[in-house]
T-cell receptor, first 112, second 111 residues
Framework: DAGVIQSPRHEVTEMGQEVTLRCKPISGHNSLFWYRQTMMRGLELLIYFNNNVPIDDSGMPEDRFSAKMPNASFSTLKIQPSEPRDSAVYFC??????????FGPGTRLLVL | GENVEQHPSTLSVQEGDSAVIKCTYSDSASNYFPWYKQELGKRPQLIIDIRSNVGEKKDQRIAVTLNKTAKHFSLHITETQPEDSAVYFCAGSSGTYKYIFGTGTRLKVLA
């Protein structure tokens, strides 16, 4: 298995632009998680899905952030409009019920 | 609410010495405790885990202990090597979907 796949791996954009991060979970995993990691705030859970349904989005910082999971093999995290304080590494992770969670390689986002 | 506290935030040890990282959880329903290692610029990767029906688990130079009564669990690394230098995260899970992560410990192994 290729593991959790994320794209792009790096993204540099200007303030105000829309950013879309993509994730393909491990096949057979039914839970998907989006995290944000910064030096100041550490590893933050933004939102997670179970069986493609959003379960808890309380970690989403504000309305500029949205996430979707249209099917079991794909999820997106969108930031519109982006701001410099959104600069971070965004990780996607997936797991099968009752088993270990695996992280993707992350997307390094820089908003200028 | 659910919370996992992790200490220390930074830890420096001499190569060959042991390192211990401690975590405390608040949710009594927590029953699964994974530990992740994150090297610089890389993703967090699972290194060891323990379930609540076990008090200790060992894998070569790393071990994890769990005290359910005190709601403590610890990571022990023996004979540390420079490649052990990384950030380590503990987490707790109650069987619901999400993990509650600690704030991380930056371990430096000095050669």
């Amino acid at each position: 298995d290729a593991g959790v796949i994320q794209s792009p791996r790096h993204e540099v954009t200007e303030m105000g632009q829309e950013v879309t991060l993509r994730c393909k979970p491990i096949s057979g995993h039914n839970s998907l998680f989006w995290y944000r990691q910064t030096m100041m705030r550490g590893l933050e859970l933004l939102i997670y899905f179970n069986n493609n349904v959003p379960i808890d989005d309380s970690g989403m910082p504000e309305d500029r952030f949205s996430a979707k999971m249209p099917n079991a093999s794909f999820s997106t995290l969108k930031i519109q409009p982006s701001e410099p304080r959104d600069s971070a590494v965004y990780f996607c992770a997936s797991r099968k019920q009752g088993e270990t969670q695996y992280f993707g390689p992350g997307t390094r986002l820089l908003v200028l | 609410g659910e919370n996992v506290e992790q200490h220390p935030s930074t830890l420096s040890v001499q190569e060959g010495d042991s390192a211990v990282i401690k975590c405390t959880y608040s949710d009594s329903a927590s029953n699964y405790f994974p530990w992740y290692k994150q090297e610089l610029g890389k993703r967090p990767q699972l290194i060891i885990d323990i379930r609540s029906n076990v008090g200790e688990k060992k894998d070569q130079r790393i071990a994890v202990t769990l005290n359910k009564t005190a709601k403590h669990f610890s990571l022990h690394i023996t004979e540390t090597q420079p490649e052990d230098s990384a950030v380590y995260f503990c987490a707790g899970s109650s069987g619901t979907y999400k993990y509650i992560f600690g704030t991380g410990t930056r371990l430096k192994v000095l050669a």
